[in-house]
């Protein structure tokens, strides 16, 4: 008896402790009542982690005329802020916002210690090519892009350092291209040019020939009457719109064999070869508001066409598609050619050669004495059979938008679309 009331005792001792262990636990600390009111950013930056980017104190690291967001210390914001002068770039900073200011200097001084930077956007501003001071831009060995555009610059700017891979110098003044312009840029991918004051003789070959990287050249709104020479085989897209040009050369393209779009409308386009856009790779085509008044070879990639105000008064589906390879079918799916004199639709034989087209739009055009007419057939839709009925109804709902931006004068308004065509390279 002694024995088991021993064991019961033992027994009796475990119970009440293990009772008092559930008396006293909390369970809150495993369930938090309320949420924590202090907002952690997803990627918080630290000192010394994964990120590979050195956390700076706010008060150490920037410059009293900006800020420095804490959780982007590497970026300075001084923008919109109505500088008249660059403040100076703390040494850690990469990234530097100064669009919409009123600077109209560039000096070395703020850049003594700023060796780090990647991408400076100095845009709408007011700084003028000669006060400007030579070699800012090439003593920053890390210098990615750079943002010029809208100032008052008369000439391209030089000399910019060999790592640059992006420079926007649209709406500008320049007319003037220096002879060692484009020495070192041998890494630049896109150079947008656009809305400056280019003469023919301004663009010479062995300037361009020299980005050997280019992918990407923006030369709309300038005063070319001919094609640019000597262009990079690089280069996949190339924005030519409102100029004036007037002819292409035969075999132009044939040093271009990784086009993927090419925008010249608004120029003085009246005839050009037959083949001359038979390019492997070509998808996107824009040769609205010329003066052509004959179709060309529609190569098999092509997905837009944009053939839009010329003065086409028939389409010749023989012409445009000599054959057809059952095995290899045309990609062609929009087609545009309102604001042309055509009397009548095409052919439904464009069907056969181009199985993929889904829109043709004719909207109106234009008769012999000036006036404007319709077609019975202003815009052809296809839908596809195998599309179910939710499927079929965003599809409709997507063309009728489409359809009233072609009527507004607003279908693909991106011509001048840097942003669209940068995020490619």
């Known amino acids: 008896m002694g024995f088991l009331r021993l064991i019961y005792v033992i027994l009796l001792f475990f119970g009440v402790k293990v009772h008092s262990q559930y008396e006293t636990y909390q369970w809150d600390e495993d369930y938090d009542q309320e949420p924590n009111e202090d907002y952690e950013p997803e990627f918080p930056f630290h000192q010394n982690i994964e990120y590979g980017v050195p956390f700076y104190q706010h008060s150490i690291g920037c410059a009293s005329e900006c800020f420095c967001p804490a959780n982007f210390p590497t970026s300075m914001y001084c923008d919109n802020r109505k500088l008249k002068t660059i403040p100076n770039i703390p040494m850690h900073i990469r990234q530097l916002n100064l669009q919409f200011n009123e600077i109209e200097a560039v000096t070395i001084d703020p850049f003594i210690n700023a060796t780090q930077l990647q991408e400076i956007n100095l845009s709408h501003n007011k700084i003028?090519?000669?006060?400007?001071?030579?070699?800012?831009?090439?003593?920053?060995?890390?210098?990615?892009?750079?943002?010029?555009?809208?100032?008052?610059?008369?000439?391209?700017?030089?000399?910019?350092?060999?790592?640059?891979?992006?420079?926007?110098?649209?709406?500008?003044?320049?007319?003037?291209?220096?002879?060692?312009?484009?020495?070192?840029?041998?890494?630049?991918?896109?150079?947008?040019?656009?809305?400056?004051?280019?003469?023919?003789?301004?663009?010479?070959?062995?300037?361009?020939?020299?980005?050997?990287?280019?992918?990407?050249?923006?030369?709309?709104?300038?005063?070319?009457?001919?094609?640019?020479?000597?262009?990079?085989?690089?280069?996949?897209?190339?924005?030519?719109?409102?100029?004036?040009?007037?002819?292409?050369?035969?075999?132009?393209?044939d040093k271009l064999p990784k086009l993927h779009a090419l925008r010249m409308s608004h120029n003085k386009l009246k005839d050009i070869p037959y083949g001359i856009f038979n390019l492997s790779n070509l998808v996107e085509l824009n040769v609205g508001h010329n003066k052509l008044k004959k179709a060309f070879y529609i190569p098999r990639n092509l997905e837009h066409l944009y053939l839009q105000d010329n003065e086409i008064e028939n389409i010749n589906v023989t012409l445009i598609c000599p054959s057809i390879d059952p095995l290899h079918h045309h990609h062609l799916t929009y087609l545009r050619v309102d604001q042309n004199k055509l009397k009548e639709p095409i052919s439904s034989f464009i069907f056969f050669c181009f199985p993929r087209i889904h829109s043709i739009y004719y909207g109106e055009q234009k008769s012999t004495d000036g006036q404007t007419i319709q077609l019975k057939t202003q815009v052809f839709r296809r839908f596809d059979d195998d599309d179910d009925d939710d499927d079929g109804d965003d599809e409709d709902n997507t063309l009728e938008g489409q359809e009233q931006e072609v009527a507004e004068g607003h279908f693909y308004p991106q011509y001048y679309g840097v942003q669209e065509w940068q995020e490619t390279i």
Do not use: W
């Open 128 to 253: 003028k090519s000669q006060k400007i001071d030579y070699g800012v831009f090439a003593k920053l060995p890390n210098l990615l892009q750079l943002h010029l555009q809208h100032n008052n610059l008369e000439e391209f700017p030089v000399p910019l350092p060999g790592s640059l891979e992006r420079l926007l110098l649209g709406y500008n003044k320049i007319s003037t291209l220096q002879t060692n312009a484009m020495d070192g840029l041998a890494n630049l991918t896109m150079l947008d040019l656009c809305y400056n004051h280019l003469h023919d003789s301004t663009l010479k070959e062995e300037n361009l020939s020299k980005m050997e990287k280019l992918m990407q050249l923006n030369l709309c709104n300038n005063r070319l009457e001919s094609m640019p020479p000597g262009l990079p085989p690089s280069l996949m897209y190339l924005s030519l719109e409102n100029n004036s040009i007037s002819s292409i050369p035969d075999n132009y393209f």
